[in-house]
């Protein structure tokens, strides 16, 4: 049993002991927090941004970064219900939405990986062109009478909101993705240490562009959610979004630096972040105090970051931290990239 308690690391699940806390102390300025519908309510309103969040994971893994992912959003959601009003068909509408967000991220990857320009600048100037794009689409208006289409954001399957069940199954695909597979660990590889990766026999391009397209099929869906839920294309909806979910996988761990982040840390952050705004809502803050608290957030959660990895030395692997398979000496200062045979041969 010592063994046990010895062999616990609590670093590894403090972000879920904050979660904790925070509803804890939410439930204790306003009841109503833990009342069933507030709860359901939190879940379908963080639904979009975790979406987003992963993507944002995604990358930041990877050592990239979309600034881009609100005005795609918008975008995506928009010409989403464009195509929805034009054919009556909401599996296409779906695809059209998913389809330009992956399009869009196809030609940052293409700049970013094979023009080998900052992802920054890329994402920068693509956030620029969605929103001049979509704002040229609608002629700056809003797009309504979306009849059938608000199903996506607004119906429920039994008790459980149709957005929430989105992020349930999104959840278990980008685990299974960032976990189980090549892909991921590739990504892991490649935001470690690129060079290492490459020496590796890594496909270093095509693990970024892979990282991408993901992230515009989340970013898709996260439009034609988001749209739904408000009934409305809004084409200058998701200002600020790309922020938001930047800020839940940092919180939940994933380092700026590259190679580090969990699936499950992203949604603690996610949830972290939208417990606090609503615990907000129910006390009376005021919107331009929400915006400096999540503001602060940000800050804090970045500047631990930093001081957290100051002076420390990274091994690369090739098996996420999220696999149970992980092992790491963190005294070590030896970057040994794992070719990706040997760490096959390891897995059951």
Not at 45 to 54: H, M
Not at 139 to 158: K, P, S, Y
Not at 185 to 212: L, T, W
Request: net charge positive.
């Amino acid at each position: 049993m010592l063994a046990k308690l010895k062999a616990f690391d609590a670093s590894r699940y403090s972000i879920f002991i904050i979660l904790v806390a925070v509803c804890v102390a939410a439930s204790m300025l306003n009841p109503n927090f833990i009342g069933t519908d507030n709860v359901l309510n939190v879940l379908r309103q963080v639904a979009v941004i975790t979406i987003l969040a992963y993507g944002a994971m995604v990358l930041i893994i990877g050592k990239m970064i979309d600034l881009s992912a609100g005005a795609v959003m918008a975008f995506a959601g928009v010409v989403s219900i464009m195509v929805y009003k034009s054919s009556g068909s909401l599996l296409l509408a779906l695809i059209a939405g998913i389809l330009v967000g992956v399009a869009c991220n196809m030609v940052s990857a293409f700049l970013v990986a094979t023009l080998k320009t900052p992802a920054f600048i890329v994402t920068l100037g693509m956030m620029m062109v969605a929103r001049g794009a979509v704002l040229q689409l609608t002629a700056g208006q809003n797009v309504l009478e979306l009849d059938r289409f608000v199903i996506f954001g607004q119906g429920t399957l039994g008790w459980l909101p149709i957005p929430t069940l989105f992020l349930i199954v999104v959840t278990a695909v980008v685990w299974y993705l960032m976990t189980q597979t090549r892909f991921g660990r590739s990504v892991y590889a490649v935001g470690g240490n690129e060079e290492a990766a490459r020496a590796a026999g890594i496909a270093v391009d095509r693990a970024k562009y892979k990282a991408f397209a993901l992230n515009g099929v989340l970013v898709g869906l996260a439009g034609v959610i988001f749209m739904s839920r408000v009934n409305a294309g809004l084409p200058n909806a998701g200002v600020g979004y790309e922020l938001q979910a930047i800020t839940a996988p940092i919180i939940g761990g994933t380092s700026f630096s590259g190679g580090v982040g969990t699936t499950f840390g992203t949604l603690a952050g996610a949830l972290i972040v939208g417990v606090l705004s609503n615990i907000m809502n129910l006390t009376g803050v005021g919107s331009y105090i929400q915006q400096i608290v999540m503001g602060l957030i940000i800050v804090v959660a970045v500047a631990y970051d930093v001081f957290s990895k100051r002076g420390k030395k990274t091994t690369v692997i090739l098996t996420p931290p999220d696999s149970t398979e992980h092992t790491q000496n963190p005294t070590s200062t030896q970057k040994t990239p794992i070719p990706p045979a040997a760490s096959r041969a390891t897995r059951p």
